[in-house]
């Protein structure tokens, strides 16, 4: 029997370890991103891969003068320098509700942040897709394999953006000579709600119907579905941009911009969302839907501040007063249209084959309720903790103690993207006391993918790309 071996000196045995240590670690520091175009090089051929459609979301277009060409969003480094964007105002101020600006093409990137460009070339160099030109016939082989990147006005009522996305894949039909073709959706923010109206509806607008009639066509045009970052039950966040604007660049959109477009009110909370809350953390039964809410509040276009600006746009005082009394009443038109596109997308869902992915952010704690404070110069909504300080008086005049301390950055946050919380890309409405858990309104999810990625650049992530490409490119 051999003798027991001696231990190594501490020394040796620190750096025995360390040799262990990098010696299992080696091919893990070797790979710390997916090699995209070796894992999909077996797959970039398939003559059946059908066309995809990518849709943009909110303000992922530019607009542009339909005449002259002349770019009105982003415009440059000097626009998010300088512009207030009251130019993206005109549909509100025009008579018949519209203006000479239209989409141009992706907002592939500003002052150097990636919005689309990486997405759009890892469909281009590692899935092989070309991008189409609708009214263009299909080629054969590898010339077939087409993505369409479908550009829709932001500003506009996004049942504009459903019915004209019918007629893109209508067209396709016809350039593949195939009636019966079906396409996959990659849909980002604002475009997954478009594409899940679609889904649900299809061209028809059931938004005044008494109750929403079901489409059954979905699933003949439409194969695969990826939702990224959508929120299906909207976002706290554009409850504060219709109270305070929305900070872009160096600059904030003033809230009679924000409120002349129809697509923020589409991604308010869900009625059934619990989303303004008192400074005890209790909810408030206030009705964002309601336009005498905010009317009786003298929130956003019925600020005295907002009403001044808009009335000195107009060259006679009579001039300002219509301008004010049109922007409000398009401001309960939006809130009207709204609060049914939201109801629309949680009603019962008829089944169907297509296969929906949801991919988003979770690490970033993400507006998820609005506190709402009481003063002497009225109410107010405040989405940031730290604007309140870290802890409530019950009393007047009284020093908080312990026991009065809340936590108002986990009471007004959960977790998320930093513009949608995650439950809200999920899409299930949270259940009332006494209720059971029923998914009949949910849409049929086949996969879920999250990852610690902020809401702009959730399509820039190389991991979103990777597992977008598998569920594109799977058989």
Known sequence: MSAPRAP??????????????????A????????????????????????PVILIHGLMGSTLVDATTRKEYW?????????????????????????????????????????????????????????RGVPGQPAGTGDARRHYYVFLYDWRKDNIEAVRQLHALI??????????????????????????????????????????????????????????????????????????YGMRIGLRTIPVEVMASLATPFQSLPHPAVQSI????????????????????????????????????????IAAGDAAVARLQSLFVQHLHRAQRFELALTARFRRSAVEIAVFGGDCRLTSARGLLVQDASGSRVIFRPAENGPSRITEPGKKPSKADRIDYERLLADPGDGLVTRSSQVGRLPLQPGQTRSDAAALPVAQTFFLCEAHDQLTNNTYFQNNLLYFLLSR
């Not at 990659?186 to 008494?210: C, K, M």
């Not at 408030?284 to 276009?301: C, G, Q």
Request: glycine share 8%.
């Open 170 to 243: 209508e067209q396709i039909r016809i350039d593949y000579n195939d009636p019966k073709l079906r396409v996959d959706i990659i849909a980002h923010s604002n475009g997954g709600l478009i594409a899940n109206y679609y889904l649900r509806y299809g061209p028809t607008d059931v938004l005044e119907q008494p109750e929403f009639t079901p489409w059954d066509e979905g699933d003949q045009r439409i194969r695969r579905l990826v939702m990224l970052g959508t929120p299906s039950l909207g976002s706290v966040r554009s409850v504060e941009r219709l109270l």
């Open 277 to 316: 809350v008192d400074v005890n953390g209790n909810p408030v039964a206030l009705d964002i839907y309601d336009p005498e809410m905010w009317k009786a509040r003298h929130w956003s276009v019925y600020s005295p501040e907002v009403m001044t600006r808009v009335r000195s746009s107009g060259d006679t």
């Open 74 to 130: 982003p415009g440059g480094l000097g626009a998010l320098a300088f512009s207030d964007y009251r130019s993206l105002v005109q549909m509100a101020d025009a008579e018949d509700g519209n203006d000479n600006l239209v989409p141009g093409d992706l907002v592939y990137g500003i002052a150097g942040v990636d919005f689309y460009s990486a997405l759009v070339d890892s469909l281009e160099k590692v899935g092989n897709f070309h």
């Open 27 to 50: 091919p893990v520091l070797a790979m710390d991103k997916p090699d995209l175009a070796r894992l999909y090089e077996n797959s970039a051929h398939d003559p059946n891969q059908p």
């Open 8 to 25: 190594l000196p501490t020394p040796w045995r620190v750096f025995s370890l360390c040799l262990l240590v990098l010696f299992f670690a």
